[in-house]
């Protein structure tokens, strides 16, 4: 099934869409996250969002959540590109991620080129596997 959808950066307006989805940071951190462009959104025609967090670990970006309401459309792959392209242009050469671990994750990212470097696991927690994926 391929699916039409547009690929940008969230704007205020997605605030009260996104506090709805992403219940690990409060609103204002969101907020924040918005204004320095470390969300991005893929937004298909029939208007159900799908999203992508960023942040930095010292000065690599790092992707800390990638959300989806629907798998094996090439959204995901989509949006980890266009994240790719923007690093290039901001003058960085590498991605961070963290994701928790299943078949999901372990298939995904090394198919777009991720390599596996650590892992973590906390208390009452899946376990957190670290990628790493040199754009250059």
């Given at each position: 099934?391929?699916?039409?959808?547009?690929?940008?950066?969230?704007?205020?307006?997605d605030l009260v869409?996104?506090?709805?989805?992403?219940?690990?940071?409060?609103?204002?951190?969101?907020?924040?996250?918005?204004?320095?462009?470390?969300?991005?959104?893929?937004?298909?025609?029939?208007?159900?969002?799908?999203?992508?967090?960023?942040?930095?670990?010292?000065?690599?970006?790092?992707?800390?959540?990638?959300?989806?309401?629907?798998?094996?459309?090439?959204?995901?792959?989509?949006?980890?590109?266009?994240?790719?392209?923007?690093?290039?242009?901001?003058?960085?050469?590498?991605?961070?991620?963290?994701?928790?671990?299943?078949e999901r994750t372990?298939?995904?990212?090394?198919?777009?080129?991720?390599k596996d470097v650590?892992?973590?696991?906390?208390?009452?927690?899946?376990?957190?596997?670290?990628?790493?994926?040199?754009?250059?």
């Open positions: 099934m391929k699916i039409a959808f547009n690929i940008a950066y969230a704007s205020l307006l869409w996104l506090t709805g989805y992403d219940n690990q940071v409060t609103k204002m951190t969101l907020n924040r996250k918005i204004i320095n462009s470390e969300i991005i959104l893929a937004s298909p025609k029939e208007n159900s969002l799908r999203f992508l967090g960023l942040g930095f670990f010292w000065t690599i970006f790092l992707l800390s959540i990638l959300y989806l309401f629907s798998r094996n459309i090439a959204i995901g792959k989509a949006m980890v590109g266009f994240w790719g392209k923007e690093t290039i242009s901001s003058g960085f050469d590498k991605l961070f991620i963290s994701a928790f671990s299943n372990q298939h995904f990212y090394p198919k777009i080129g991720c650590d892992s973590v696991v906390l208390p009452e927690q899946t376990q957190e596997i670290i990628l790493f994926k040199e754009l250059r």
